[in-house]
């Protein structure tokens, strides 16, 4: 069975951080570019990062220069770092491969497989 799972939600003071985890089951991580995405109630899903299949990464400018995606093959887990925590950065935050090793937008019809999806919330 092809699965992702995140974990490492939870809930952080402003100006924190935590460190999300998206561990595949079923299938190679390393061949595919990993997006995560954030859903806050009552919006949209957005992409927050792309990991390719090389170590490429590129951010939304939201996060940039808070968040960084690594990925640690030999473990087919995709971690997302976030520092300097806002309250905006609160929503459910997900990991889904993408169809191919590249990274290019965030539509979501180029990620075939999606995780359940974590919790982040970020309140004093």
């Known amino acids: 069975q092809l699965q992702l799972v995140e974990s490492g939600g939870g809930l952080v003071q402003p100006g924190g951080s935590l460190r999300l985890s998206c561990t595949a089951s079923?299938?190679?991580?390393?061949?595919?570019?990993i997006g995560w995405f954030r859903q806050a109630p009552g919006k949209e899903r957005e992409g927050v990062s792309c990991?390719?299949?090389?170590?490429?990464?590129n951010y939304a400018d939201s996060v940039k220069g808070r968040f960084t995606s690594s990925r640690d093959d030999a473990k087919n887990t995709v971690y997302l770092q976030m520092n300097s925590l806002k309250p905006e950065d609160t929503a459910v935050y997900y990991c889904?491969?993408?169809?191919?090793?590249?990274?290019?937008?965030?539509?979501?019809?180029?990620?075939?497989?999606w995780g359940q999806g974590t919790q982040v919330t970020v309140s004093s």
């Open positions: 990991i390719s299949g090389s170590g490429m990464t």
């Open positions: 889904a491969s993408r169809r191919g090793s590249y990274c290019s937008g965030y539509s979501r019809m180029d990620y075939n497989y």
């Open positions: 079923g299938f190679t991580l390393g061949y595919y570019a």
